[in-house]
């Protein structure tokens, strides 16, 4: 119901958590770090937008948050994708491609 | 298995909400820590360190709040939320939930009680099985109010045989007559016995709950000495008792074997006579069929003459529609075999029409309902109206409650369900409620005998529809209302507007004020125009007890008595017997006088319309017949107490000698002997024909008198347009068995002398019955008892929403002050006159007031047209009623304000400004 505020497109912060989480299981804050690395420091990640993300997605099956001990030696939450989460990466990947391809030449096109 | 992931998921958010909600809060703890950590790394001091993540995180506790709205059936754990806050808010202010309780429950008792009516008529009548296919076939012509018609035999006849659509048809004609049981009483009932044809049993569907029905043997002649009989008439007259089977009654004389009793909730759709005639509810059926038909119903110049009701079953897949154009067929194709006829059924357009029995059933009812129902819906409105400016009016008070809910961290959305949830608990309650006074609305209604007004009786009672449409609407009004009075919450206003704008200010802001002032205009509007609706019909039905009929109706008994064919009385006998009859009804102890007649006045339906022709006038004019007619004895005048206006009245000598002579009203002298003096002038009533032609013979009357018109067959109009001519009831002549009427007035109690005339006549004539005895008092109270309870029904509502709409305009102003106080204090502790404060909330107020007002009556004058056929002698833009609907609420609009002004005013300044 809350409205995302986030400088991001609608439904790409979900892609882009799925894409850091593709390698190595995370918690949070190393996802928002990770996030802000990984976007050279461009997107500013809002918390108020990252466990209302994290959950939705845990709800939808497409990641999975176990607790686990962190580098520092601290019980942390972390999540894993799972094969659903995969899937749906490519997908929307793909549906990425897809989209920015054509919305490129649009803006192109003379 | 992703599906099922989800449901684990879910399924844990909705019960083990404790763990996950310490899970996230741990998480984040965590990612705090580790934040914190992350920038002494980067050399802040661990305070500064720590702030600095806290910073980047934002507010903790809304992150909270929205990362739970996203776990799964998080709905459903906000509403048990939702529903103990809402019980503990109920509990905390008794008084505001009693109101709003009241108020839904009045409202939807009054709707779920329409609703019982129509769902029992219309939505759910299951009279006969899939009667959808069940449909009834009508004549209509262009020459009748009452356009639809039964058909001729002759009609049925040639359907029967050409039809394809229909898998079977079905006749059933209504007589009357007198029903004796020997053995039991010997003195002979007068009744109505509906003949059918076998096939009826199977167009209905429906089979005997005893017995048997009629076969098709037993529709022919000579074997037709069988009944069966309605559940009603079995239960009153053989106390229900099953060994009448096989036991003989006789109709007019012709005994009959008791073969069948039909189930109790058993009718044959018959044409309406509703509230307007006497009894005319068949006891019996007796079969009848093709070679077998009465005399009068199987001649051809009866083809188009409404003799009885015409069912049909359609084969299945078949349309009404459809049918109605295979009937159209039919006529067109067989129509043109009997060409005179056809002719005349040509000029008058007939047509055949095909409805089934599901629209047939509410037909005479429909607008009735139709304006119930409107008026329920602007009760419904006011209502919400009305609890969404007490919720409105509480939510001030809450304002600091919600302010702080929402600092710390709750989402708007939230705050607005719970308030939904609130008023929405509220409402279900008032809904419960509703269906104890629906049911005791019902029981109310029954008793007001409104059942009688509809063809299959509403099975009036709460069952489960009932109970859901109560609920249904009760829920929908409380969120509408709930959600009307969260609107100012969902209004995009920052935190900081709402806490400090009544410390600011002390006072309400403009918007809010905007808002109830709106509320209360549209319930200002919405009374106002129930109410109109309820006067005028108050005011017609103040005009109809007004109407002079032209007789006397108190201390007047009148009745019926029938004389069965089989007794075999000619022209004369009949003449002799009923001049014994008026001799010896004028010396019965306690009659003052007694007439003969054949009307009764208010007592039947319509009178048949008649020509009436005067001498040298051209008869062959074709206007339709506009006059009536009725045979009466020389006390008649006497009995009703009818005005002599010029000549004289009958004499004993007219009725002995046969004398062509008649007494005329003054609307006959005026409409035919408009310039002279119709004393000695003639006049002839040909018998009734559609078409008068060169050889109609016409037996000339000579006028002896002229009385003051009088209203026969309503009080609300003249019988006819062309006024009545009496004549002596020497001039009856019998086919089939004899009416005769009677008036009778007494010196006392009319219903006292019912016994001794009952006495007389089966002193005269044993097979005679005696038919529809009342007073005349009884009469006016049937014929008119329809108008009544829609009167009373009406009434009722507009003062319920009077109620409703006080209560809630005062609520409404009373919380309005109340925001207010501070400001007033502020004004007055500055030097400002009371009085001058006092002004000026009465004229804010009555500012709303009058655009309420305003809206109201145009919105009346929009929706009284509808109440126009309702209305008697009253104008839909009727002033009185209007006048007064406006003083009534303008005063309650008055004395709500004043009220709350008085409070406000009333109040110590230093306690106001101290708080």
Not at chain 1, 16 to 35: D, T
Not at chain 2, 32 to 52: C, D, F, I, W, Y
Not at chain 2, 99 to 126: D, E, R
Not at chain 2, 747 to 766: K, M, S
Request: aromatic residues 8%; charged residues 20%.
């Amino acid at each position: 119901m809350t409205k995302e505020k986030a400088g991001l497109l609608q439904g790409t912060l979900d892609m882009l958590i799925l894409k850091a989480l593709q390698l190595e299981p995370m918690h949070g804050f190393g996802l928002s770090q990770r996030l802000k690395q990984m976007s050279a420091e461009v997107f500013q990640v809002e918390m108020g937008s990252l466990y209302p993300a994290l959950c939705r997605l845990e709800k939808q099956g497409l990641i999975r948050g176990e607790w686990g001990v962190s580098e520092s030696n601290r019980r942390a939450r972390y999540y894993k994708m799972t094969a659903a989460g995969r899937q749906q990466l490519d997908k929307e990947k793909t549906q990425w491609k897809l989209l920015s391809n054509t919305i490129n030449a649009m803006l192109q096109a003379t | 298995m992703r599906w099922f992931d989800r449901f684990i998921f879910r399924w844990r958010t909705l019960f083990q909400k404790g763990k996950l909600d310490g899970q996230l809060s741990e998480e984040i703890r965590v990612h705090v820590e580790m934040a914190t950590e992350a920038n002494m790394v980067k050399g802040l001091s661990p305070k500064e360190a720590r702030q600095a993540a806290l910073r980047e995180f934002g507010g903790v506790e809304q992150i909270k709040e929205r990362t739970r709205d996203e776990r799964g059936w998080m709905w459903l754990e906000n509403f048990k939320r939702d529903w103990v806050q809402a019980a503990r808010q109920m509990k905390q202010s008794k008084g505001f939930s009693t109101v709003i309780i009241v108020t839904f429950a009045l409202v939807v008792g009054l709707n779920a009680i329409l609703f019982g009516l129509f769902n029992s008529l219309w939505l759910n009548p299951g009279l006969y099985p899939e009667e959808d296919r069940v449909v009834r076939i009508f004549e209509t012509f262009n020459d009748s109010d009452d356009n639809r018609r039964g058909s001729s035999m002759l009609l049925y006849a040639d359907r029967v045989e050409q039809s394809q659509l229909a898998e079977e048809m079905a006749v059933s004609l209504k007589m009357w007559g007198n029903v004796n049981q020997e053995g039991i009483d010997p003195a002979p009932e007068f009744r109505y016995r509906l003949m059918v044809t076998p096939s009826l049993f199977r167009v209905l569907g429906v089979a005997p709950q005893l017995g048997r029905v009629f076969t098709d043997e037993e529709a022919k002649q000579g074997n037709d000495g069988v009944a069966v009989l309605f559940h009603d008439y079995w239960q009153t007259r053989y106390n229900g008792d099953s060994s009448v089977l096989g036991k003989t009654l006789y109709t007019d004389g012709e005994p009959r074997r008791i073969i069948g009793i039909m189930p109790e909730n058993f009718r044959v759709p018959d044409n309406y006579h509703s509230s307007e005639s006497i009894d005319f509810t068949p006891i019996l059926l007796v079969p009848v069929g093709p070679g077998n038909w009465p005399g009068w119903a199987s001649s051809e110049n009866n083809r188009y003459v409404n003799w009885g009701g015409c069912f049909a079953r359609l084969k299945p897949g078949a349309s009404a529609t459809a049918f109605g154009e295979e009937l159209e067929a039919i006529n067109a194709r067989t129509g043109p075999l009997y060409p005179e006829q056809y002719a005349l059924a040509q000029a008058r357009q007939h047509r055949t029409e095909v409805v089934t029995i599901k629209q047939d059933l509410l037909r005479e009812n429909r607008p009735f309902l139709y304006l119930l129902q409107g008026s329920l819906v602007f009760i419904m409105l006011i209502a919400c109206v009305n609890v969404t400016s007490l919720v409105l009016g509480r939510g001030s008070v809450r304002r600091h409650e919600f302010a702080v809910r929402l600092a710390l961290g709750a989402g708007r959305v939230r705050l607005v369900r719970q308030l939904v949830t609130e008023v929405w608990l509220l409402a279900v309650i008032g809904g419960l409620a509703g269906l104890g006074i629906a049911a005791a609305g019902m029981q109310a209604l029954e008793m007001t005998g409104v059942s009688k007004f509809f063809l299959v009786p509403p099975r009036l009672e709460v069952n489960w529809s009932v109970a859901g449409f109560a609920l249904l609407i009760s829920s929908l009004a409380g969120i509408a209302a709930g959600l009307s009075a969260a609107l100012p919450l969902l209004r995009n206003r920052s935190l900081g507007n709402v806490l400090s704008e009544d410390v600011r200010t002390g006072t309400a802001s403009r918007e809010a004020k905007v808002f109830r002032a709106s509320l209360l205009v549209m319930q200002v509007a919405f009374t106002v125009i129930l109410l109109v609706g309820g006067t005028l019909l108050l005011r017609s039905f103040a005009q109809i007890l007004r109407i002079d009929p032209g007789y006397q109706t108190e201390k007047l008994l009148t009745l019926y008595l029938y004389l069965p064919q089989d007794r075999g009385y000619d022209d004369e006998g009949r003449k002799r017997f009923i001049t014994d009859l008026d001799v010896r009804l004028q010396n019965v102890p306690g009659v003052a006088a007694a007439g003969i007649t054949t009307w009764p006045p208010l007592k039947l339906g319509n009178i048949a319309t008649v020509h009436l022709i005067r001498s040298g006038a051209n008869h062959l004019d074709s206007a339709p017949p506009s006059g009536t007619t009725d045979f009466v004895s020389p006390h008649f005048f006497d009995a009703l107490d009818i005005p002599l206006l010029r000549g004289r009245l009958f004499v004993a000598a007219d009725i002995n000698e046969r004398a062509a002579v008649a007494v005329i009203d003054q609307r006959v002298a005026e409409a035919h002997f408009p310039n002279e003096d119709p004393i000695g002038q003639l006049i002839a009533i040909p018998y009734r024909d559609y078409r008068l032609t060169s050889e109609t013979p016409l037996n000339w009357l000579r006028i002896v008198g002229v009385v003051k018109a009088v209203r026969v067959d309503d009080l609300l109009s003249y019988s006819s347009d062309g006024g009545m001519v009496y004549q002596t009831y020497s001039y009856t002549s019998g086919r089939g068995g004899t009416w005769v009427g009677m008036v009778i007035r007494a010196r006392d109690d009319p219903a006292r002398l019912l016994r001794p005339v009952r006495d007389l006549i089966g002193e005269l004539e044993p097979l005679a019955a005696v038919a529809y005895p009342e007073t005349m008092n009884e009469t006016i109270k049937r014929r008119y008892s329809y108008q009544q309870a829609f009167l009373v029904v009406n009434l009722v509502i507009a003062v319920v929403a009077l109620l409703i709409c006080s209560v809630g305009i005062y609520g409404m102003m009373a919380h309005s002050v109340a925001t207010q106080t501070k400001e007033i204090a502020i004004r007055r502790a500055l030097g400002a006159q009371d009085l001058m404060l006092f002004r000026g909330i009465m004229v804010y107020w009555l500012k709303a007031a009058t655009i309420g007002l305003a809206t109201g009556l145009l919105g009346a004058l929009l929706f009284s047209r509808y109440l126009e056929r309702a209305l008697y002698q009253t104008t839909p833009t009727d002033l009185v009623s209007y006048g007064g609907s406006i003083l009534l609420l303008s005063f309650t609009v008055l004395a709500a304000a004043a009220m709350s002004g008085r409070k406000a005013l009333s109040l110590d300044i230093v306690e106001v400004l101290r708080r």
